[in-house]
């Protein structure tokens, strides 16, 4: 609800803000360039954990200098299982699926048990329209995180679309289960 001065949430009644995230995104953008810039300048004072962290703050306003940080960390620590599925996501993003693909299956070699790299990718075996080993992608993440309910809706509707309707149904059901509460 609205008075004109104030919106706030009829169920919770709590206040809510009225601002676009694209509008804060284009005011924080250039302090995370200075960001990015200083951390450029003291690099050999940096390691990987720095820039790793450097790439979250810039990935909503900067997300090719994120990209740059996130490779920077993986220089200086080629087993940072992380930076390797940040990036990956950041790449799968401009279109650059193999070479995302490339990143989580290298997050995996680090941690197997990576719910996160196993599912991102599944998306990307699913973008190269390799699905039976997008399936197999998922449901790794789900051996990880069984309660992962995107990778429930997803190897659901893989299985539908591969004509295996009981286990379709079976992961539905679970992916409704999952989100019945959220």
Known sequence: MSDGAATWSVDSGQTQLDFAVSDLASRAAPIARRTARAAQAVEADLDAADWYELGLELEAVAPTEARDAYRRALELDAHHGDA????????????????AERHYRLALQENPEHSTAAFNLGIALEDLGRLADAIEAYRRALAADPKLADAHFNVARLYDRMGKRAAAL??????????AGA
């Open 84 to 99: 390797h599925v940040n990036l990956g996501r950041l790449l799968q993003e401009q279109g650059m699926i193999e070479e």
């Open 170 to 179: 079976r992961h539905l059901s679970i992916y409704r289960r999952l989100t």
